[in-house]
């Protein structure tokens, strides 16, 4: 089990989601299809991926990314990022494409002001060692640069896009049913 956090763009809560691999095989065919996404290409002399990048680059932050405990997107963002700051549409649905083969369970919030008072607690009494400013700056970073990358994505990991492709289903359904009922008369 793997975790993902990010700081939820409508609510400000800190998030955490308990999430795995659909399934392990998915990931050589992902790889594949990396390179059959040609980031490598320019196009009007646009790079796809950051500057010094290549679709190498990109699988072996993804390689990271599943061989770790919490999802970290830095380097990831450090790939796709180009110089003007912006995501090519291409590089953007391969990192979306990657997050989909995450089955996403157990979610947990917190409000920003909790997780304030926690880091604040953890990091002013040194209950938990030495090294709990860098594991705390490393969880801070984590949870700011996932949001970034989502954000940039405009990808969210719970299925709320499942239930507006239902709501888009039922709309489409009650026109085509109005449509019939139209015709009939």
Do not use: W
């Not at 691999?21 to 990931?27: A, F, R, V, Y």
């Amino acid at each position: 089990m793997q975790k993902l956090n990010y700081i939820d763009p409508k609510t400000k809560e800190y998030v955490t989601l308990d999430c795995a691999l659909k399934e392990e095989s998915q990931l050589k065919s992902f790889y594949g299809k990396i390179y059959g996404a040609k980031l490598d290409k320019q196009f009007d002399e646009q790079k796809l991926l950051g500057k010094n990048y290549h679709s190498g680059n990109l699988i072996q932050v993804f390689k990271e990314i599943v061989e770790n405990d919490v999802l970290d997107a830095t380097n990831l963002l450090d790939c796709i990022m180009k110089n003007d700051g912006c995501v090519s549409k291409q590089a953007a649905m391969v990192s979306t494409s990657f997050f989909d083969l995450f089955d996403y369970q157990k979610e947990m919030r917190i409000t920003n002001e909790e997780y304030e008072v926690y880091h604040y607690f953890c990091s002013s009494h040194g209950t938990f060692g030495s090294d709990t400013l860098k594991v705390l700056k490393a969880e801070k970073d984590r949870y700011e640069n996932n949001s970034k990358l989502l954000n940039l994505l405009s990808y969210t990991p719970r299925e709320e896009k499942t239930e507006e492709k239902a709501k888009q289903k039922i709309i489409q359904f009650n026109q085509k049913e109005k449509n019939r009922t139209t015709k009939q008369a």
